[in-house]
C-alpha cells in the first residue's frame, strides 16, 4: 500500500539513486538502501525497502533481475521537477504524484470514495468532506487521505476538512467511474481539430462567469472540460444549470465550432446516445464563424437543449445520415452478404 511516508522518502530514494547512478555504472538496490538508511536523521521513518516498493510501482524505478536499479523516464521527470535536490516534496512534485499515484494510480478507487463524501462548503465557498469520513473509514482510505494531505490535496480549515481550490475539479471527477482509451475515441473531424480545444477552454471560461454572476460561486469552480481526461464521454463539458444542493453537474455540454456563419456540425454516434440518455440536460453549444482569438467576447453560442428531440423538429435544420453500419447477413458459395444502413435519427 502506498503511504504518506513512503511519498515523503521517494525524493530521498530517488536523489541518492540517481547520484550513485553517476557516479558508478550501475547502482544496486542494497547500496541505494544502505546510503538511504545513512543519510536519515534521528529516527525519521527509515523502512527504505518499502519507499522503493513505492517508488516501483509509480513506475519511477525499475529493479533488475541481478538488484540493479534503472531510474527510468518518469523518474528522471520527477527528479527534475526539484531542481535543488530536496528531500521534501516540492509543489511540482506533489502535483505529478496526485496523477500517477491517484487519479490515474492505485489509490483512485479509495479516492473514489473520498469524493463521494464530499458536500457543499457554504462557509467557503467550495466542497467538504462530510464530519465523519474518517470516523467511518477503511484502513486504505484513511491511508489515501494521508496521502492526499502531504500533497497538500486536502487542508483543513476552522476544524473542517475541504479541497483545496487547485485540486476541486480534479478531485471531484473522480466520483465518477468513466474508463478512457485510444480505442474509444471517435475520429475527430477538420473543423472540431482546428477550434474544438480552443472552443471548449472558452465554454468552461463562459460557464464559470454565467454561473457567478447567478450567485453559485461553489458551482463555477467545478465547471470542468470532461474531454481532457474522458474522450469518450459524449460530452466537452460538465456544468450547471445554476445553484445546486447536491454540486453533482446538471449540465452537459457539447461544444461544436466551425468557421462558418451556417449551422453544420457533425455529431457521432456516442454522442447523440449520450444525449438520448440525458435530455433535457444535454446541451449542444454551436459556435458558427468562430475565431479563438477573440476570446469570450466573440463566445456566443447558439444553445440547442436536448438536442435528440429539438433538431428533427426545427424547421431551418436537417438532420441526415452520414455513417453507416455494416453487418454481415450471410455467407454462401464463398460470397458474403452484408446490409448498410444509414444511422439516421430514428436509430439514435
Request: hydrophobic share 40%.
Amino acid at each position: 500500500m502506498i503511504s504518506s511516508d513512503h511519498l515523503r522518502e521517494l525524493n530521498r530514494l530517488l536523489i541518492i539513486a540517481d547520484d550513485l547512478q553517476h557516479t558508478s555504472s550501475t547502482p544496486y538496490k542494497s547500496a541505494v538502501l544502505l546510503a538511504c538508511s545513512e543519510s536519515t536523521f534521528r529516527g525519521s521513518f527509515h523502512e527504505h525497502e518499502e519507499t522503493l516498493d513505492c517508488a516501483l510501482s509509480l513506475g519511477l524505478l525499475v529493479l533488475g533481475k541481478e538488484g540493479e536499479i534503472r531510474i527510468t523516464g518518469p523518474g528522471t521527470q520527477f527528479i527534475s521537477l526539484n531542481p535543488e535536490h530536496y528531500y521534501e516534496l516540492q509543489p511540482a512534485q506533489r502535483s505529478y504524484l496526485f496523477r500517477v499515484a491517484v487519479a490515474d494510480g492505485p489509490l483512485r478507487a479509495p479516492a473514489a470514495k473520498l469524493a463521494s463524501s464530499l458536500e457543499r462548503d457554504r462557509a467557503n465557498a467550495g466542497m467538504a468532506f462530510k464530519a465523519d469520513v474518517l470516523a467511518t473509514a477503511t484502513a486504505e482510505v484513511s491511508a489515501c487521505f494521508n496521502v492526499l494531505h502531504l500533497l497538500r490535496v486536502v487542508r483543513e480549515q476552522n476544524g473542517i476538512w475541504t479541497v483545496s481550490p487547485e485540486f476541486l475539479a480534479l478531485f471531484a471527477r473522480l466520483r465518477r467511474h468513466r474508463t478512457m482509451g485510444e480505442a474509444e475515441f471517435q475520429a475527430v473531424l477538420e473543423e472540431q481539430a482546428r477550434f474544438g480545444r480552443a472552443a471548449e477552454v472558452l465554454a468552461v471560461e463562459y460557464e464559470r462567469s454565467r454561473l457567478r454572476s447567478l450567485g453559485a460561486d461553489a458551482e463555477a469552480l467545478l465547471v470542468s472540460r470532461i474531454s481532457e481526461t474522458d474522450i469518450a464521454a459524449g460530452f466537452d463539458v460538465e456544468s450547471f444549470d445554476g445553484a445546486s444542493s447536491s454540486l453533482k453537474p446538471d449540465r452537459f455540454i457539447e461544444v461544436k465550432a466551425s468557421s462558418s456563419e451556417t449551422l453544420r456540425f457533425f455529431w457521432t454516434r456516442n454522442e447523440q446516445k449520450i444525449a438520448a440518455t440525458l435530455g433535457r440536460s444535454y446541451h449542444i453549444y454551436y459556435l458558427g464563424a468562430f475565431k479563438p482569438e477573440r476570446g469570450l467576447e466573440g463566445f456566443c453560442p447558439r444553445i440547442i437543449v436536448d438536442p435528440v428531440a429539438t433538431l428533427p423538429s426545427l424547421p431551418d435544420v436537417r438532420v441526415e445520415p452520414y455513417t453507416y453500419l455494416v453487418n454481415e447477413d450471410s455467407a454462401v458459395g464463398g460470397e458474403v452478404s452484408v446490409t448498410a444502413t444509414p444511422l439516421s435519427p430514428a436509430d439514435w
